[in-house]
């Protein structure tokens, strides 16, 4: 497929606030993702964004900090689901927005059957999610220092939500802590990881294409 650069919309509603969706040019049919940004709001998620576009997926970022705080999710769900050129739905969460992310796949698919068929989980925090083995599949990525939650404790939710190891599985990187594909230029975040942070992505797109296509 040839992908052009992603074509970025942004869409302002009275009661949610604003929402950012891109995703690469034409009618090909293409997954779609949630972005959910940490708790320090949107900062390199329309970055990550446009990469997952490149690759060939439709995007929308949902801004939780907002006006209409976490009904921004299942508005951006709604985006995608409309979109006639969308198949299936992942998330991809970072720290607070992957907490965020897997109990409102939960909700979702209790309250209105809104299916999420894949999450990717960025070094979630500042707690591990509930126990649920009706969630999609999760990919963790964690750092091995990460001092909210240990990829040990991960590793423990896995075994629980699926022995087989097939639909919950725990990337842990070594000698790093939490943030790690956080760039340099934020003081905030002083863990950046270069290698940790390029493998990560990869491993989102294998992820998400395993699941999603």
Same mark, same amino acid.
């Given at each position: 497929?040839?992908i052009?650069?992603?074509?970025?919309?942004?869409?302002?509603?009275?009661l949610?606030g604003?929402?950012?969706t891109?995703?690469?040019?034409g009618? !090909?049919?293409?997954?779609?993702? @949630? $972005?959910?940004?940490?708790?320090?709001?949107?900062? /390199?998620?329309p &970055?990550y964004?446009?990469q997952?576009s490149r690759?060939?997926?439709q995007?929308v @970022?949902?801004?939780? /900090?907002?006006?209409?705080?976490?009904?921004?999710? =299942?508005e951006a769900?709604?985006?995608?689901? +409309?979109d006639?050129?969308?198949?299936?739905?992942?998330? $991809?969460?970072f720290?607070?927005? %992957? $907490?965020m992310? @897997?109990s /409102?796949?939960?909700?979702?698919?209790?309250?209105?059957n809104?299916?999420?068929?894949?999450?990717?989980?960025?070094?979630?925090?500042? &707690? =591990?999610?509930y126990?649920?083995?009706?969630?999609?599949?999760?990919?963790?990525l964690?750092?091995?220092?990460?001092?909210y $939650?240990?990829? +040990?404790?991960?590793? #423990?939710?896995?075994?629980y939500?699926?022995?087989? #190891?097939?639909?919950?599985?725990?990337?842990?990187?070594i000698?790093v802590?939490?943030a790690?594909d956080?760039? +340099?230029?934020?003081?905030?975040?002083?863990g950046y990881? !270069? +290698?940790? %942070?390029d493998?990560?992505?990869?491993?989102? @797109?294998?992820?998400?294409?395993?699941w999603?296509?």
């Amino acid at each position: 497929m040839n992908i052009k650069y992603p074509i970025t919309i942004f869409i302002c509603l009275f009661l949610t606030g604003c929402l950012t969706t891109m995703g690469p040019s034409g009618d !090909a049919p293409r997954p779609g993702v @949630i $972005v959910l940004p940490t708790s320090g709001g949107v900062y /390199h998620e329309p &970055t990550y964004a446009a990469q997952l576009s490149r690759k060939g997926f439709q995007v929308v @970022i949902a801004d939780y /900090h907002q006006r209409g705080g976490t009904d921004n999710i =299942t508005e951006a769900y709604d985006i995608l689901r +409309k979109d006639p050129r969308v198949g299936k739905i992942g998330m $991809v969460g970072f720290s607070r927005g %992957a $907490v965020m992310g @897997i109990s /409102h796949a939960n909700f979702l698919q209790l309250s209105s059957n809104r299916k999420i068929d894949a999450i990717v989980s960025f070094y979630i925090g500042p &707690t =591990t999610p509930y126990n649920d083995k009706s969630l999609p599949p999760i990919l963790f990525l964690q750092g091995e220092l990460d001092n909210y $939650v240990s990829p +040990k404790q991960l590793v #423990g939710y896995c075994s629980y939500m699926d022995p087989t #190891g097939n639909r919950c599985k725990v990337k842990e990187f070594i000698g790093v802590g939490h943030a790690f594909d956080q760039t +340099k230029t934020k003081p905030t975040y002083s863990g950046y990881d !270069a +290698k940790a %942070a390029d493998e990560s992505y990869e491993l989102t @797109i294998q992820w998400l294409n395993q699941w999603l296509r």
